[in-house]
Nanobody, 126 residues
Framework: HVQLVESGGGLVQAGGSLRLSCAAS????????MGWFRQAPGKEREFVAA????????HSADSVKDRFTISRDNAKNTVYLQMNSLKPEDTAVYYC???????????????????WGQGTQVTVSS
């Protein structure tokens, strides 16, 4: 069983930065792609970014491209989301998730992910 725990959320002013972390226990992340999603109040959960099992390939939503960067440290069993130039519309609960298939880059469909963390709140004030 995999447990994913996000951290690093908080309150930040518009234009600021935060780095989210997602630490895994119970099974190594090494062979699985990982993703970040977010859900704002009253809205559907939406894809943010994903990274392949080895970290060599990534993709992200147009809304965060050039501002957010996903990365991973397999030695630490941790995935990160560096968020720069934050906007009030980035306010949401952010979730990390593990892809269902090993040795792959998961896409933006949340059905491609099998394990989810509990989420961390990010609030961006204007």
């Amino acid at each position: 069983h995999v447990q994913l725990v996000e951290s690093g959320g908080g309150l930040v002013q518009a234009g600021g930065s935060l780095r989210l972390s997602c630490a895994a226990s119970g099974r190594t992340l090494f062979s699985y792609g990982m993703g970040w999603f977010r859900q704002a109040p009253g809205k559907e959960r939406e894809f943010v970014a994903a990274i392949s099992w080895g970290g060599g390939r990534t993709h992200s939503a147009d809304s965060v491209k050039d501002r957010f960067t996903i990365s991973r440290d397999n030695a630490k069993n941790t995935v990160y989301l560096q968020m720069n130039s934050l906007k009030p519309e980035d306010t949401a609960v952010y979730y990390c998730a593990q892809g269902r298939s090993s040795w792959s880059l998961p896409n933006n469909d949340d059905r491609e992910y099998g394990y989810w963390g509990q989420g961390t709140q990010v609030t961006v004030s204007s």
